[in-house]
């Protein structure tokens, strides 16, 4: 069975949309990453670090869906990383309303020995210091390094940033990130330029717009399936990564057609994401259920047309 090495953010987010306000649940790039790419039967595990205030119960929740959490570091007198934002009307943009990094300003990933020759990497948003300390622990080169970010890190450490993306394969990031880091509008000739920045594939997600992949001069775009009901968008970005990063580890298929089919479980699992509040609709989700969504977003997609 292949590994999985999933780093980034364990949180407490408290989240505000049209539809309602939380206080602080559980939240974080690994939690929705590990919660999506559970659904693959892989050997994963988190790297991440909490506080003594973080519930037992919610890392339990990520060991009950078979997601080692060994490195997962407990600093006792240390406060959790906490994150909290809130949506505009249209759910497409949200504005973050505040970042404390607490016990991540000092964190030093230790990645478990069991999982140092992981075949898939999935660097979740995080510092990218750390994305970078976990891709030098591991004693083999991993098939696959896949890298999130988000504007925080831009704005922050953007050096640091650069110097990791150098050495990964696949980026995933969203449309104004992209922008924001290439300078571009276009999104063809930011995915370019974020090439030429090292990863061979960039894939860009646009929200209820969907996905893009790049690659080699070749784009694949995969839609978001239209939802009835959307409550919390957070997470869907990592919960696209999990899903992405979940199928290429169970299959060890890492050519663009199998991509665009990780870009297809992606969009599917994040679809899941937004029905409710936090990671509440990714906890129980059975195979049954994502086997229908798939189905459904076969024949949204599916067309024959005669070209003459
Ligand atoms: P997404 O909606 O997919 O962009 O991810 C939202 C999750 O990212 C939330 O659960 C937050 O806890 C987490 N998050 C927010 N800001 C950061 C940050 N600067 N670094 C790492 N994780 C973050």
Not at 43 to 53: K, M, N, R, T
Not at 82 to 104: A, I, Q
Not at 146 to 158: E, G
Request: include cysteine; aromatic fraction near 10%.
């Amino acid at each position: 069975m292949s590994k999985l090495v999933i780093v980034g953010t364990v949180a407490f987010d408290a989240i505000e949309t049209p539809f309602g306000k939380t206080d602080k649940i559980l939240g974080g790039a690994a939690t929705y990453i590990g919660l999506s790419a559970s659904n693959f039967n892989v050997d994963s595990a988190a790297v991440s670090v909490v506080g003594g205030d973080f519930p037992q119960e919610y890392l339990e929740l990520l060991k009950n869906r078979n997601v080692d959490i060994e490195g997962v570091e407990i600093v006792k007198d240390g406060k959790t990383f906490f994150w909290s934002g809130k949506y505009h009307n249209d759910m497409n943009s949200r504005d973050t309303l505040v970042t404390e990094l607490n016990v991540l300003e000092h964190f030093n990933p230790i990645v478990p020995e069991n999982y140092k020759d992981a075949d898939v990497v999935m660097l979740g948003n995080l510092h990218p210091a750390v994305q970078q300390g976990v891709l030098n622990q591991m004693t083999k080169k991993p098939k696959l390094a896949i890298l999130d970010t988000m504007n925080f890190w831009m704005d922050i450490a953007l050096d640091d940033l650069l110097s990791v993306i150098k050495n990964v394969d696949v980026i995933t990031i969203n449309d104004e990130e992209a922008r924001q880091l290439s300078g571009e509008y276009s999104l063809v000739v930011a995915a370019r330029k974020i090439h030429e920045m090292g990863p061979k594939y960039v894939v860009i997600k646009k929200g209820e717009h969907g996905a893009l992949l790049f690659h080699n001069g070749n784009v694949f775009y995969a839609p978001a399936l239209p939802l009835e009901e959307v409550f919390d968008p957070t997470g869907a970005g990592d919960t696209f990564a999990g899903g992405f990063a979940g199928y290429l580890a169970k299959t060890g298929d890492f050519s663009f057609e199998n991509m665009k089919t990780a870009v297809i479980y992606g969009s599917t699992l994040a679809s899941f994401c937004v029905e409710k509040f936090g990671t509440e609709r990714m906890q129980n989700l059975t195979d049954k259920e994502i086997y229908k969504r798939l189905d459904q977003f076969k024949s949204l997609t599916q067309f024959d047309i005669e070209l003459t």
